[in-house]
């Protein structure tokens, strides 16, 4: 297990490696790194390292995850990517939140607000992340949205501190899905928030936090959400076609997961 004591440093991450590993997302079917004839099998056993992580988080953040990569799907969907970076937005929203594996249970399932020092631990998820996934040459599209869907438009997110377009735009969506999510969702220390006031947020954040192009797609998805009165919940197997190359992925990442 990775040493959730380790500081920026000794991760030896930069935003100059990262972009040595082409670590923004491609929206062309290129991008995938997985063919139609990967082996399942031995695509469990490259994701089998992880399994420990993903099963050792606690019940919110399984499903937060879950329900982060659907949104995502949506919003890339509204946004016109190709269905190809659709999928690959599912997926990394499926694991965007695997480096918690290295952030102490004291902190993860704290009942109580966190201290500073508390919050500086969780913000080291993301490089934790990269850590974990880098390694695995099936899941190098999904790197730009574990590493930066704590970015912010206006430079003040973590952990490199971009603005504007230079955040690749699955952290981006990410970014809109995962606060969203995060705020109307119970957690030990707090209940969830009331839509409305989760919506004001969003707004309010739109070009400062978010990006205002996202924040228009998640409107049309809440007003497409109010207009049937609930979330539209897809099942996976409605995102991910049969036969495409990322269900071999899909299907490896699901079964570690339980």
């Not at 030990?188 to 192009?213: F, K, N, V």
Request: hydrophobic share 40%; proline share 5%; charged share 20%.
């Amino acid at each position: 297990m990775l040493n959730p004591d380790l500081s920026f440093e000794s991760l030896n991450l930069s935003h100059d490696h990262a972009s040595e590993k082409r670590i923004h997302l491609r929206s062309d079917s290129k991008s995938l790194s997985v063919g139609r004839g990967l082996d399942y099998q031995l695509l469990s056993g490259s994701l089998h390292a992880m399994s420990r992580a993903l099963d050792a988080r606690d019940p919110y953040t399984q499903s937060h995850s879950e329900r982060v990569a659907h949104l995502a799907f949506e919003l890339a969907g509204i946004l016109g990517l190709s269905k190809e970076a659709s999928y690959e937005i599912y997926l990394a929203g499926i694991l965007h939140d695997i480096g918690k594996i290295g952030i102490p249970d004291a902190v993860l399932l704290k009942a109580d607000a966190l201290s500073e020092e508390d919050i500086k631990s969780v913000r080291r998820h993301p490089e934790i992340g990269y850590l974990i996934v880098e390694r695995v040459s099936t899941l190098q599209f999904a790197l730009p949205g574990i590493l930066y869907h704590h970015e912010r438009w206006d430079g003040k997110g973590y952990p490199h501190g971009l603005a504007g377009e230079s955040v690749p735009l699955m952290a981006r969506i990410l970014a809109v899905a995962d606060a969203f999510d995060a705020m109307t969702s119970c957690r030990p220390y707090r209940t969830a928030m009331p839509l409305e006031r989760a919506l004001a947020i969003i707004e309010a954040g739109r070009a400062s936090q978010w990006d205002a192009a996202i924040v228009d797609c998640f409107e049309i998805w809440l007003n497409e959400r109010n207009s049937t009165q609930r979330v539209p919940v897809m099942p996976p197997h409605s995102i991910i076609p049969q036969g495409s190359p990322v269900e071999y992925i899909h299907r490896a990442i699901v079964t570690l997961s339980h």
